[in-house]
Structures are given as structure tokens and as C-alpha cells.
């Protein structure tokens, strides 16, 4: 049993136990794992949690069946970010959005702990307005992509902008297409994988399909180009929703993980050749790129549409090593 309450600012949970033995921070990421459990040892170490009232200092404190666990959470922290003259390639520019390349290793936007070298901390320097819509640490952003994966981006740079681009996003009107390099080689040429996605039950920091808060997901592949000998293979990809992780978690879903993605189920040591094992050595991200962009003008309503000039590097060295 979880019981919510508000005190000014703070959250405060309680939490009723039906289980001995098991260490409080361990039991706190299982019983509530919208934080992680790095989160919850923190509140313990900082006097937050208590136990049938009395304040807590260790994570590794056995709990007792029918214990109350209470323990309050602090409001977020308010981040202060900086505009930083971080290189930026701009595709496209006009008074309400900005199309722009993201390369792999970037965060989109700041989080606590990470308010510098982000996407936003470019924007804020290169543009002199950029939409606030979503709050300072999320300025312009109207979509994102995860840190690894290198792609085009749509940027709104004035609140009508941002408004307008966010209703095509849920309505599924932005045309997202990305090449990936998954391992193995599917049955068919063509497919659909649609399989709901939500936050994994294993672990909270990875979204899943055995998950809590499924929530429908729809991907679209072609097949582009088979390496049979290196049981590697080049998808098109069409995005129909736009779940966190949604494109790793599906191909891991159905036995393709990612060249390169460790999280999501690849394992260098079952590539059967030298020369794949050299490509993913060379590639120090994911091999998935978003590459192309399609939406409707907020403003104008004009149909703009948008493609990488080249795939950004070491793609096209791995590409011609696996070609040899």
C-alpha cells in the first residue's frame, strides 16, 4: 500500500510493508520505481526516509513485515543553464523553427547533474530566441533523440511554433525515418513490429515489453542491405509513435539488437567475422541514425522535408568494410 501526500513543495510517501529481509533501498526501487535506487539511497543518507517514524541513515537497513516506511521528496532542483558556443550544424532557419543535426554522444537537454554541453546549451547560444514552452532546460526542444543516436532534429524557436509542432508529433504527421545496422538477418524484406512498450519491470532505467505503463508502439522496416557473412543487416526505419528507446527495444524484441547497443541485447563476441568485430571496435555509439525529416510548416503549413547530407562518421568507413 502507497499512501501520497503534498507538504508545501514535498512529496511524501508511505508505504506499508508486507515483506522481512529485503534491504530498504532495494525494497523502496521495487515498491516504487518511479526513481531509481541511487535516488532512494540518497534520501535515506540525506535523514528522508523513515522508518515507523524514526529517521533512517543506512540503504543496506533490513525492513520488518508491517513496518511504515515514510519518506519525503524534496522538490526538483531549479537548473541553471548557460548558453554555450558549442559547435551547432544548422540545416534550416527562419523566425519560428530551426532544423539542425545532433551528433551522436549529445544530450538533448540539461538534467540535474548534467546542465552543460547539452543540446539546449548550443541553442541558447546560437539563436537568439528559442521557444521557453516546455521551461528553460527544455528550450526549442520539441522531440528528442537519445544521446547516442546522431539525426536531424526540428528546433521551435517561437511558442506558436512549438505549440503547432508538438500536435503533429501526436498526431503522427512528422515523417521520422532512420537507418540502423541490426544483427542478423530478418526473415522477410518488409515489416511491422507493434508491440507496447513501457518502463521494464527489471530494470527502471530501460523501457521494455514486459513493463509497467504499456503504452502502443508501431515500427515500420525495410531491408536495405544484407551482410550475410557478417550476419549483419541495413534497415530503413519509419517511426509511427515515438516511445522512449522505441526503435532498440523492438529490434531486440524480435532478435536484432543494434550493432553496438549494449543495453538493449548486443553482444560483440556472437559477431562471426574479424571484420565485424573490427566495425563495432570503430563505432563508439549505436548504429542508428535518424536521417530524414518530414513536417508541416507551423506557420505556413508548406510540407518541409529534410535529409542528412552524409551519415556522420565512422558509418560510411564501417559500411565500406562490410561491403569489402
Excluded: C
Excluded at 231 to 243: A, C, E, P, Q, S
Excluded at 296 to 317: A, M, V
Amino acid at each position: 500500500m502507497i499512501k501520497f501526500d503534498k507538504v508545501m513543495e514535498q512529496e511524501v510517501l508511505t508505504f506499508k510493508t508486507e515483506e522481512s529481509g529485503k534491504r530498504l533501498d532495494q525494497f523502496l526501487a521495487s515498491a516504487y520505481p518511479e526513481f531509481s535506487r541511487s535516488y532512494y539511497q540518497k534520501l535515506i543518507k540525506d535523514g528522508l526516509v523513515y522508518i515507523n517514524e524514526k529517521p533512517i541513515k543506512k540503504p543496506s537497513t533490513k525492513i520488518k513485515e508491517g513496518q511504515e516506511i515514510r519518506l519525503i521528496i524534496p522538490p526538483p532542483e531549479k537548473l541553471e543553464i548557460e548558453p554555450e558556443n558549442i559547435p551547432l550544424d544548422i540545416y534550416y532557419e527562419d523566425k519560428d523553427i530551426a532544423v539542425i543535426y545532433k551528433p551522436p554522444h549529445m544530450v538533448v537537454h540539461p538534467s540535474p547533474g548534467h546542465t552543460s554541453g547539452t543540446l539546449v546549451n548550443a541553442l541558447l547560444y546560437h539563436f537568439e530566441n528559442v521557444s521557453e514552452f516546455g521551461g528553460r532546460e527544455r528550450a526549442g526542444i520539441v522531440h528528442r533523440l537519445d544521446k547516442d543516436t546522431a539525426g536531424l532534429m526540428v528546433i521551435a524557436k517561437s511558442e506558436f511554433a512549438h505549440k503547432e509542432l508538438q500536435k503533429q508529433f501526436q498526431n503522427r504527421e512528422v515523417d521520422k525515418r532512420y537507418i540502423a545496422i541490426i544483427t542478423g538477418i530478418p526473415e522477410k524484406s518488409y515489416g511491422l513490429i507493434d508491440i507496447p512498450i513501457g518502463r521494464s519491470i527489471y530494470n527502471r532505467q530501460k523501457m521494455g515489453t514486459v513493463a509497467t505503463n504499456l503504452r502502443d508502439a508501431l515500427t515500420e522496416y525495410w531491408v536495405k542491405q544484407i551482410w550475410e557473412k557478417h550476419n549483419l543487416t541495413m534497415v530503413d526505419i519509419k517511426l509511427h509513435t515515438g516511445r522512449t528507446h522505441q526503435i532498440r527495444v523492438h529490434f531486440s524484441a524480435i532478435g536484432h539488437p543494434l550493432l553496438n547497443d549494449k543495453i538493449y541485447g548486443f553482444k560483440k563476441s556472437r559477431l562471426p567475422t574479424p571484420e565485424a568485430q573490427k566495425a563495432s571496435d570503430i563505432l563508439d555509439y549505436h548504429a542508428l541514425v535518424a536521417y530524414k525529416l518530414g513536417f508541416k510548416h507551423p506557420r505556413t503549413g508548406e510540407w518541409k522535408e529534410f535529409q542528412l547530407k552524409s551519415l556522420p562518421e565512422p558509418l560510411p568507413e564501417i559500411l565500406e568494410l562490410l561491403s569489402r
